[in-house]
Antibody
Framework: EVQLKESGPGLVQPSQTLSLTCTVS????????VHWVRQPPGKGLEWMGV???????AYNSALKSRLSISRDTSKSQVFLKMNSLQTEDTAIYYC??????????WGQGVMVTVSS | DVVMTQTPVSMSVSLGGQVSISCRSS???????????LSWYIQKPSQSPQLLIY???NRFSGISDRFSGSGSGTDFTLKISRVEPDDLGVYYC?????????FGSGTKLEIK
């Protein structure tokens, strides 16, 4: 069974760095890519970036200067780090798998609130 | 960035009825490889998005044939027939032809 699960702090202070982990099971990170997508409360979906199965990354240019995605294939984990958080970064953060380009299976999401 | 425009913003339908949701892109979604990376998702209340349709008209694993996708270039449609209570939620179209991947703002489907 394909599963993805996000984990990380629920609360981050402004200007601090967000670190999230996506732990996957039921597939290999060397066969499938993993994207990060976020959703502010009551709003739509914003694609943040992707760890391709081959190990390269691509980022949304709007976030590129603050965002880093990495992985540990031995632990089946993909990591997101984003610095200089502001209140507008408050959102549910999802990791999602893709075969090729289209995200298919999604994690349950983790709510991150940026507040002092 | 490719802007995805969905209409209507919300709609109400009777059980057993049929609905169509439109999605238009600001640029052609035909990739250099000939594929068109237009997908549809449903986000049920308090849940994460679920893939319904990929590459315009292909149903994802386990998706009912009540859901069908069509279109080409910049103009796409999702049709839901014989609407059931479990179909309520917000429907999003999304494109993967160009970076960054982008999504429409959503169509909320309510059941009368």
């Amino acid at each position: 069974e394909v599963q993805l699960k996000e984990s990380g702090p629920g609360l981050v202070q402004p200007s601090q760095t967000l670190s999230l982990t996506c732990t996957v099971s039921g597939f290999s990170l060397t066969d499938y890519s993993v994207h990060w997508v976020r959703q502010p409360p009551g709003k739509g979906l914003e694609w943040m970036g992707v760890m391709w199965s081959g190990g390269s990354t691509a980022y949304n240019s709007a976030l590129k200067s603050r965002l880093s995605i990495s992985r540990d294939t031995s632990k089946s984990q993909v990591f997101l780090k984003m610095n200089s958080l502001q209140t507008e970064d408050t959102a549910i953060y999802y990791c999602t798998r893709s075969t090729g380009i289209t995200p298919d299976y999604w994690g349950q999401g983790v709510m991150v609130t940026v507040s002092s | 960035d490719v802007v995805m425009t969905q209409t209507p913003v919300s709609m109400s339908v009777s059980l057993g009825g049929q609905v169509s949701i439109s999605c238009r892109s600001s640029q052609s979604l035909v990739h250099n490889n000939g594929n068109t990376y237009l997908s549809w998702y449903i986000q049920k209340p308090s849940q994460s998005p679920q893939l319904l349709i990929y590459k315009v008209s292909n149903r994802f694993s386990g998706i009912s044939d009540r859901f069908s996708g069509s279109g080409s270039g910049t103009d796409f449609t999702l049709k839901i027939s014989r609407v059931e209570p479990d179909d309520l939620g917000v429907y999003y179209c999304g494109q993967g032809t160009q970076y960054p991947l982008t999504f429409g703002s959503g169509t909320k489907l309510e059941i009368k």
